[in-house]
């Protein structure tokens, strides 16, 4: 499908998809998370893709939902029309791993979309905000509760009640960033993430991936339950007689995502 605001490429079993709207810094207007929504769909689909990279430009991942979309828009628009909503969910039901690629803004929006990825590799130059408190308004795609369980209560409150930004180093330093790596090489420290996962056994990588979200909507209980069941469960896999069997013989496992 062609796309106007997003640029997707697929490569190595690795699908990339870059935010386009520069002169907006990328801001999500209803086109793009659209359009996001439709390519994330395709690649979740597409058997030659075992992992997704989402990325913007050198100067913003993307600065926050489209401004001058939402300006006009009262109650009835939003609610009836349920702003985002069936966008986000299907970006959310993708089962295979997005790494969120971010240098410069991640801010509103922009930040909720990134902590809805898998796991955030940062730029040096990357700035994290939910600075809608500034527009009248609060997150309204997970900000409130993904921050929350990423950075703690104090410091959340502390970013979406004053709107400051939070820069790499302090990302990675509150755990909502995974690394940090210098701008330059922030594709290739990505890519590189991305075919690391993508060698494992796509059986397993969407085993674990279930598992660790399981972590942040279930009670410990059920959840570590939720783990031992799958845990179980692999055995029944070729993958999982590969993968040890090649580990006594010294050897690297073929997996065959069986
Ligand atoms: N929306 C629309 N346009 C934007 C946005 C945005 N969020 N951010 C930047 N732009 C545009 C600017 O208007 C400008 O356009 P133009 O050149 O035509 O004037 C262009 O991008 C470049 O921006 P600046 O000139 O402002 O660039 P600076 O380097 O001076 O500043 C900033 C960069 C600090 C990022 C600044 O642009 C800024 O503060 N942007 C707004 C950040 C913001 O408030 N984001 C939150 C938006 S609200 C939100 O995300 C709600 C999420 C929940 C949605 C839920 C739906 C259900």
Do not use: W
Request: aromatic share 6%.
């Amino acid at each position: 499908m062609a796309y106007e605001t997003i640029v997707v490429e697929t490569a190595d079993h690795v699908c990339l998809i870059r935010l386009n709207r520069p002169d907006a810094l990328n801001a999500l207007n209803g086109q793009l998370i659209g359009e996001l929504a439709e390519a994330v769909g395709e690649a979740d689909g597409d058997k030659n893709v075992r992992c997704i990279i989402l990325t913007g430009s050198e100067k913003a991942f993307a600065a926050g939902a489209d401004i001058s979309e939402m300006a006009d828009k009262d109650f009835v628009d939003v609610f009836m029309g349920d702003m985002f909503g069936s966008q986000i969910d299907r970006i959310l039901a993708c089962r295979k791993p997005i790494i969120a690629a971010v240098s410069g803004y991640a801010l509103g929006g922009g930040c909720e979309l990134a902590m809805m990825c898998d796991f955030i590799i940062a730029a040096d130059t990357a700035k994290f905000g939910q600075p809608e408190i500034n527009l009248g308004v609060i997150a309204g795609i997970g900000g409130t509760q993904r921050l929350t369980h990423f950075v703690g209560k104090s410091k959340a409150m502390d970013m979406h009640l004053t709107g400051r930004f939070m820069d790499a180093e302090e990302a990675e330093r509150s755990g909502l960033v995974s690394r940090v790596v210098p701008a330059k090489k922030l594709m290739d420290e990505a890519m590189s993430a991305a075919q690391k996962i993508a060698e494992k056994s796509a059986l397993t990588v969407k085993a674990a991936k279930e598992a660790v979200n399981r972590a942040y909507e279930l009670p410990l209980r059920e959840g570590l339950l939720f783990e031992r069941r799958l845990f179980h469960g692999l055995f029944a896999t070729e993958d999982q007689k590969e993968g040890m069997k090649a580990f006594l013989e010294k050897r690297e496992p073929q997996f065959r995502d069986k």
